[in-house]
């Protein structure tokens, strides 16, 4: 049972937007930052999204985040065959004093 | 540029002791703004962070493993090590490594992991 719960699966179609959830609580998502990791399959996390809105350099501005209370999303635009990955959220959370991931999901381009 | 490698024995005794080193290259490991972290991902799970250390040698640890886990470093190589004592079946991942920036918490670049297996 992960600290941060995203939904196991979402999906789209090429072209369509699609976002993916993490929701948490007042310790973790309430107060610090969110951070999202795109995993491709067979390969290492990848740093998608940091401080809940920046991508770094290389990332396509197709991606994007957002905050709001205990809750945060992640926004993909123009969706492509190679988004095909795992997703996966992460915080720090000041109860646990350690750093927290989502339990992940995977989003598959029909 | 940045890269990390892990490097290990891939299979380790249930009860035994689970020992990885990170090398890392491209950059130097003596940063006064990055930690440098161990995460290891279960089969079929998410992440889970296992701790980090600055270059001076201070660390943090998840509190669900601080027990058996020990994380140390050596500037002079490059290399930072994870140790993982008393491990049994639930210990078995792929351990990766990565540069932490633990102000904003978050890792990048991941080392490509390695799957250490605990099993007799």
């Known amino acids: 049972q992960s600290v941060l719960t995203q939904p196991p699966s979402a999906s789209g179609t090429p072209g369509q937007r699609v976002t993916i959830s993490c929701s948490g609580s007042s310790s973790n998502i309430g107060i610090n930052v969110v951070n999202w990791y795109q995993q491709l399959p067979g390969t290492a996390p990848k740093l998608l999204i940091h401080?809940?809105?920046l991508r770094p350099s290389g990332v396509p501005d197709r991606f994007s985040g957002s905050k709001s209370g205990t809750s945060a999303s992640l926004a993909i635009s123009g969706l492509q065959s190679e988004d095909e990955a795992h997703y996966y959220c992460?915080?720090?959370?000041?109860?646990?004093?350690?750093?927290?991931f989502g339990g992940g999901t995977q989003l598959t381009v029909l | 540029q940045l890269q990390l490698r892990e490097s290990g024995p891939g299979l380790v005794k249930p009860s035994g002791t689970l020992s990885l080193t990170c090398t890392v290259s491209g950059d130097s490991i003596n940063s006064s703004i990055y930690y440098w972290g161990w995460i290891r991902q279960p089969p079929g799970r998410g992440p889970e962070w296992i701790g980090s250390?600055?270059?001076?040698?201070?660390?943090h640890y998840n509190p669900s493993l601080r027990s058996r886990v020990t994380i140390s470093i050596d500037t002079s190589k490059s290399q930072f090590s994870l140790k993982v004592t008393s491990v049994t079946a639930a210990d078995t991942a792929v351990y990766y490594c990565?540069?932490?920036?633990?102000?904003?918490?978050?890792?990048?670049?991941w080392g490509q992991g390695t799957l250490v297996t605990v099993s007799s």
């Open positions: 992460a915080a720090w959370d000041n109860n646990l004093n350690g750093a927290v």
């Open positions: 990565a540069r932490h920036r633990s102000s904003w918490n978050w890792f990048d670049p």
């Open positions: 250390i600055f270059y001076l040698g201070s660390t």
């Open positions: 401080t809940n809105n």
